[in-house]
């Protein structure tokens, strides 16, 4: 059985350019959550991905999308980056219908 | 409003000490209440859960609705237990969102 991996590990940016964070599931999960989190800070949800769609939101804007993949794999997507988007973001999986959730390593981006 | 309040950024003990670190929480329902650490250079990992009722290296959570607290003890603390301990609530049975506290760091010294 394989953990929760992301890629990459880290990544630098500028300000207003785009970004793509991705995530791999642990074996046998159908449902992905990704989390920011901030110097210093709990992680925050983001969205939660189950059946390539959309199933739960936390207060970011639309700049921040997702998918998810028939391998149940996610990609984060950010937009137009701010400088307070430099932040460790968290990949999740877990299983509908059960509360654990399986944390990845995080991919840790910073915004110049 | 939902939230995880954790008082404490850090907690300094000395090994055999008893430990407890405090997770209050703001929620009108009935949400289920983790416990996630975080060792040095590891993963996030689920510690405990509240249905589960389970003593996990030894670290025990009682929920309290009354006082909307899970607070996380142990009562001869190890040096290996140092890490980052996050508190964090989930807003329905399935679990969906998790909402973390900022985390209380654990040191233990000998």
């Known amino acids: 059985e394989t953990g929760v991996t992301q890629s990459p590990t880290h990544l630098i940016k500028t300000r207003g350019q785009q970004v793509t964070l991705r995530c791999s599931s642990q074996?046998?999960?159908?449902?992905v959550s990704w989390y920011q989190q901030a110097l210093g800070q709990g992680p925050q949800f983001i969205f939660q991905?189950?059946?390539?769609?959309?199933?739960g939101r936390g207060n970011f804007p639309p700049r921040f999308s997702g998918l998810q993949f028939p391998n149940y794999s996610s990609e984060l997507n950010v937009n137009a980056l701010e400088l307070d988007d430099s932040a460790l973001y968290l990949c999740?999986?877990?299983?509908?219908?059960?509360?654990?959730?399986?944390f990845g390593p995080g991919t840790r981006l910073t915004v110049l | 409003a939902q939230r995880v309040t954790q008082p404490e950024k850090l907690l300094s003990v000395f090994k055999g000490a008893p430990v407890e670190l405090k997770c209050n929480y703001s929620?009108?329902?009935?949400?289920?209440l983790f416990w996630y650490v975080q060792y040095s250079r590891q993963r996030l990992q689920l510690l405990l859960r509240?249905?589960s009722r389970e003593s996990i290296k030894g670290f025990t959570a009682d929920l309290n609705k009354g006082e909307t607290s899970f607070h996380l003890k142990k009562p001869f603390a190890q040096e290996e237990d140092s890490a980052m301990y996050y508190c964090?609530?989930?807003?329905?049975?399935?679990?969906?969102?998790?909402?973390f506290g900022k985390g209380t760091t654990l040191s233990v010294s000998s």
């Open positions: 964090a609530l989930s807003p329905h049975q399935a679990g969906t969102a998790l909402i």
């Open positions: 991905y189950y059946r390539e769609e959309e199933n």
């Open positions: 509240h249905i």
């Open positions: 929620y009108s329902g009935s949400p289920e």
């Open positions: 999740a999986s877990s299983l509908r219908g059960f509360s654990e959730q399986f």
């Open positions: 074996s046998g999960h159908n449902t």
